[in-house]
């Protein structure tokens, strides 16, 4: 299982950035994705998560609103657009998959890209 993030960058306040996240060597459309962050200096935090079809998305309070998870089966490819940055959404951002499921917390996924900075300035 592979992982690929990217799209990350240095950006100001209130602009927009849309991660990807390719995935190889496994069957991409058996599992559920998600998206988290870890900020320097704290725990890696839950942002979005999609389910196997697409049909079902799920966000934490901080990003409901403002970022919009997807995924292409086709493509077996995962994004996650994020509109309306603010300096708080500063950290590395990662995708992550697990079989059947999408769920919010980290224990629960067993494979992990490498993260992609996003930094939001004021």
């Known amino acids: 299982v592979q992982l690929q993030a990217s799209g990350g960058g240095l950006v100001q306040a209130g602009d927009s950035l849309r991660l990807s996240c390719a995935a190889s060597?496994?069957?991409?459309?058996?599992?559920?994705m998600g998206w988290f962050r870890q900020a320097t200096g704290k725990e890696r935090e839950f942002v979005a998560a999609?389910?196997?079809?697409?049909?079902?998305?799920y966000y934490s309070d901080s990003a409901k609103g403002r970022f919009t998870i997807s995924r292409d089966n086709a493509r077996n490819t995962a994004y996650l657009q994020m509109n309306s940055l603010k300096p708080e959404d500063t950290a590395t951002y990662y995708c992550?998959?697990?079989?059947?499921?999408?769920?919010?917390?980290?224990?629960?996924?067993?494979?992990w890209g490498q993260g992609t900075q996003v930094t939001v300035s004021s």
């Open positions: 060597g496994f069957t991409f459309s058996d599992y559920g």
């Open positions: 999609v389910t196997w079809s697409g049909g079902s998305t």
């Open positions: 992550a998959a697990q079989k059947g499921l999408a769920t919010r917390s980290w224990l629960d996924y067993d494979s």
